[in-house]
């Protein structure tokens, strides 16, 4: 048997993006060996489980298991619940997907099932009828394959990587009521403060536009976050620089001791490109850069770049993009 | 094949709880660190693994505040104990001695010869070593800078049947209660357990010590016990260690503001991106 088990992430009761992703990397996994895929989502009663269209994505049969406790992220439950689905329908792997609350749940799920866990997966594939994953370690300066050498393995996929292809062929997404599992709630989210810039996170948005020193100040960044609000779905990032001299929150850092990030389109404004930023950003689809300096580093790995003052540059291309994006 | 301990809920803890201190001006915290390539070093592959000729080692910069936030804790209590625990090789006790050199005051070397690429099977060996420690606290760096495993933490707290709050960036202990903030995408998670637990540092939390020279001496006088660290065969094994692909050779667009209509263009037609 080699079926999959995605688990899907939802906030509020509406699922995430990325838990379409982890469905198609599922789907991935099980097609090289005819195996069927199922989602998993651990909700409150209520949840719009059918607007995320998971059928589509590729999931057979859509497993929802229902409490009140699992309105909010609920560690212990939602692990155990996932836990019980996965060993009661025998699947040869568990797809999670690497967000802020995969990266706590994955290690949850895997401790339970005595599973290895494979962090931050970027390509998967079968090999023997074994699980092969790809992964990169020193924040994207190498890339390591590994072997899931047990019966059953939980890999978490790195957020904007497992994007659905064109072509993928729909199925049934059936919904299937599971047992939630409760259990012994040893740690509870009491609240959840939402960030006033919004819900776009630097490593999961398609756009990221990040800012270094050469802003000059925090009091610069306004540009960087106009240029972000013209994109429509930018996040905005910074570097380490910044970050430590207490410009921008660290939740926007890009870098070894950041987010590694995997956007369609990074913009790199006033960033010099340190080794442990460019190994953060590298494995975006585009990247673009703004400096002065034109023999900067990040022109070493840039498509396109700018030569020239940010300040001219920015509201021109914020101008740009708004057009573009209208026209 | 794996043995299966674990049991589905209710769950029955895999190991014996720790045992939380009454005294509660004594606190005895256990902080698990790891010897990694300093951040600037640049890698270069040998087989399946990196050469370590030439790379300076440090400890991991996400366990510093793990250290840090550990002598907080044993200096707000005013008594109690800091271990500093770690799996690795010989050359690990370098590391462990930053550790003490910061403040803490005993170290246990699991040695290895080589770290697992199983972050489960680490888990279970720092598990094996903390069951019967007596911690009030065990912290751990959210992530460990170089195979960017993830999980060891939060793994560990799960097998020893303990809450665990992940990536924790603010926190508050007021009387056996841990009131933990934990940043998840476009917000804050904040997160409440009971002592003892087990909690991953993020970056935020505190502003890691340099160690003073009065430390550095010290340390070389603090006990480090070194034992074999209890490794079960892995599950998973390393198949291949690249460098990753080159980017191709990219383009200057053009100097100052009057390059955005061409850049735009670009990234329009050719990229594809807009």
Not at chain 1, 277 to 297: C, E, F, Q, S
Not at chain 2, 246 to 272: D, M, S, T, Y
Request: aromatic content about 4%.
């Amino acid at each position: 048997m080699a079926n999959v088990l995605a688990v899907c992430e939802q906030r509020g009761g509406t699922l995430r993006k990325v838990s379409r992703e982890a469905v198609v990397a599922a789907r991935l996994l099980a097609d090289t060996r005819g195996g069927s895929v199922d989602a998993i989502v651990t909700a409150a009663p209520g949840a719009d489980v059918a607007g995320a269209k998971l059928g589509e994505a590729g999931a057979d049969r859509v497993l929802v298991a229902t409490h009140e406790s699992f309105g909010s992220y609920a560690p212990e439950g939602c692990a155990a619940t996932i836990a019980a689905a996965a060993k009661a329908g025998g699947y040869a792997a568990v797809v999670v997907t690497a967000s802020a609350t995969g990266r706590d749940l994955a290690p949850r799920v895997a401790a339970r099932l005595d599973a290895p866990l494979v962090m931050d997966v970027t390509a998967l594939a079968v090999e023997g009828g074994r699980v092969i994953a790809t992964r990169p370690i020193y924040a994207g300066k190498a890339i390591q394959q590994v072997v899931l050498e047990a019966p059953m393995g939980v890999v978490a996929i790195r957020p904007n990587t497992f994007t659905a292809g064109a072509g993928a062929q729909a199925h049934g997404g059936t919904v299937v009521p599971v047992d939630a599992v409760p259990g012994e709630a040893r740690t509870r989210v009491r609240e959840v403060k939402a960030s006033e810039k919004g819900a776009l996170d630097v490593a999961e948005a398609p756009v990221v536009v990040s800012g270094g020193r050469g802003m000059k100040g925090p009091e610069h960044f306004a540009l960087i976050e106009d240029l972000a609000k013209a994109f429509g779905n930018a996040a905005v990032g910074a570097s380490r620089a910044v970050v430590d001299a207490g410009w921008r929150p660290h939740a926007e850092q890009v870098g070894q001791t950041g987010k590694t990030v995997s956007p369609q389109l990074y913009v790199a404004v006033g960033i010099s490109g340190a080794i442990q930023h460019l190994a953060g950003m590298r494995t975006a689809k585009v990247i673009v850069a703004i400096n002065r300096d034109k023999d900067a580093p990040i022109f070493k790995v840039a498509d396109y770049g700018i030569v020239g003052d940010a300040f001219e540059i920015l509201p021109k291309l914020t101008e740009e993009i708004r057009k573009a994006r209208a026209g | 094949m794996r043995a299966n301990n674990c049991s589905l809920a209710p769950r029955t803890p895999y190991l014996a709880p720790l045992t939380l201190h009454r005294d509660h001006r004594t606190v005895k915290i256990a902080v698990c660190i790891k010897r990694v390539p300093d951040t600037e070093t640049r890698i270069r592959i040998a087989g399946t693994l990196i050469d370590e000729t030439g790379v300076k080692f440090i400890l991991n910069p996400y366990d510093e505040f793990a250290v840090e936030e550990a002598l907080q804790r044993r200096e707000k209590a005013g008594a109690g104990e800091v271990a500093v625990i770690c799996l690795g090789g010989e050359a690990a006790q370098e590391t462990m001695r930053t550790a003490l050199a910061m403040g803490a005051d005993r170290g246990v070397l699991l040695k290895a010869d080589a770290i697992p690429a199983d972050g489960l099977a680490v888990a279970k060996a720092l598990a094996a070593e903390l069951k019967n420690g007596g911690f009030d606290l065990v912290l751990f760096g959210k992530v460990a800078v170089d195979d960017y495993n993830h999980q060891v933490g939060v793994m560990v707290g799960e097998l020893l049947g303990l809450p665990v709050v992940s990536a924790v960036s603010k926190l508050e202990i007021e009387g056996g209660k841990v009131v933990a903030e934990r940043e998840i995408e476009g917000g804050v998670e904040v997160v409440e357990c009971a002592l003892p637990a087990v909690l991953t540092c993020d970056k935020g939390l505190n502003t890691p010590r340099y160690p003073a020279l009065k430390g550095i001496m010290a340390a070389k006088k603090k006990p480090i016990e070194i034992r074999p660290a209890q490794l079960g065969g892995p599950a998973l094994s390393v198949k291949a260690l690249a460098s990753p692909p080159e980017r191709k050779e990219g383009r200057i667009v053009g100097e100052g503001a009057a390059a955005v209509p061409e850049l735009v263009r670009l990234l329009q037609q050719e990229a594809k991106v807009l």
